[in-house]
C-alpha cells in the first residue's frame, strides 16, 4: 500500500530564512509519481511539481528546489529565502501508475513565514 | 481562462437533507475527482471518473453519490447516510492515460451541516 508522511506538522520561520519540508513515501511500485501541492489560506491546492520514479535528478524553480533520493524514499522540498507569501500548508502527494492514477496525500506542513 | 470552477464557495445544510455540490472543468480533462478534507489532515479521495459514463469508489465512498454525464462536469451528492458531512470538498480533474498526471484542483466548497 502506498503513503506518504509529511512528519513536521507546522514550521515557522523568519523572513528570507531558508526552510525544507520533508516528505518520505512508501510504495512496492517500482513505477510511481511524487508531487508537491501548496494549499494557500484561500483553499484552493496549486501545484508546485510532478517528478517520476525514473528521473532522481534535483529540480530548481526560482526559489524553490526539491530533492529527490529514491534511497531514502524521499522527495523534499526547500524554499530559499523565503517570503511571507510562502506561508501555506504544503502537501506531498504520491501516485502509482496502474493505481487508477489516484493520488496518496501526506497531511501537509504548515509553513508560517512571519516578517 | 481554462480551469475548475466549484459552488458555492459555502454550503449550509440541515441534518439529513441530501446537498450536491458542483464541480465544472473546461480543461478539457477526461479525469475528475472528489476529495474531502478536514482540519488538520490531508486530502482523502471520495470519487474519481476517468471517462464520461464511468466512475469509481475512493477510500471513503460511503454515503455519498456522483455522476458524470458529461465530461465537463462531476457533481458530488452528500446523502443523509454521511455520517460527518461538515468538511472542505475540493474537485480536481487532470489528463487520463500514459502516464500519471498532475491534478488541477477547484477553490473548493466549504460544507456545514447542522
Known amino acids: 500500500a502506498q503513503k506518504v508522511t509529511q512528519a513536521q506538522t507546522e514550521i515557522s520561520v523568519v523572513e528570507k530564512e531558508d526552510v525544507t519540508l520533508d516528505c518520505v513515501y512508501e510504495t512496492r511500485d517500482t513505477t510511481y509519481y511524487l508531487f508537491w501541492y501548496k494549499q494557500p489560506p484561500s483553499g484552493e491546492l496549486v501545484f508546485l511539481i510532478r517528478r517520476n520514479s525514473f528521473d532522481e535528478q534535483n529540480e530548481i524553480s526560482g526559489r524553490y528546489s526539491w530533492n529527490f533520493q529514491k534511497s531514502t524514499s524521499s522527495f523534499n522540498f526547500t524554499i530559499t529565502a523565503s517570503q511571507v507569501v510562502d506561508s501555506a500548508v504544503y502537501f506531498c502527494?504520491?501516485?502509482?501508475?496502474?493505481?487508477?492514477?489516484?493520488?496518496?496525500f501526506g497531511k501537509g506542513t504548515k509553513l508560517t513565514v512571519n516578517p | 481562462d481554462g480551469g475548475i470552477t466549484q459552488s458555492p464557495k459555502y454550503l449550509f445544510r440541515k441534518e439529513g437533507q441530501n446537498v450536491t455540490l458542483s464541480c465544472e472543468q473546461n480543461?478539457?480533462?477526461?479525469?475528475m475527482y472528489w476529495y474531502r478534507q478536514d482540519p488538520g489532515q490531508g486530502l482523502r479521495l471520495i470519487y474519481y471518473?476517468?471517462?464520461?459514463?464511468?466512475?469509481q469508489k475512493g477510500d471513503i465512498a460511503e454515503g455519498y453519490s456522483v455522476s458524470r454525464e458529461k465530461k465537463e462536469s462531476f457533481p458530488l451528492t452528500v446523502t443523509s447516510a454521511q455520517k460527518n458531512p461538515t468538511a472542505f470538498y475540493l474537485c480536481?480533474?487532470?489528463?487520463?492515460?500514459?502516464?500519471?498526471?498532475?491534478?488541477?484542483f477547484g477553490p473548493g466548497t466549504r460544507l456545514t451541516v447542522t
Open positions: 480536481a480533474s487532470s489528463i487520463a492515460g500514459g502516464a500519471v498526471y498532475e491534478q488541477y
Open positions: 471518473s476517468q471517462i464520461v459514463n464511468d466512475f
Open positions: 502527494a504520491l501516485s502509482e501508475k496502474g493505481g487508477s492514477e489516484k493520488l496518496v
Open positions: 480543461l478539457n480533462h477526461d479525469a
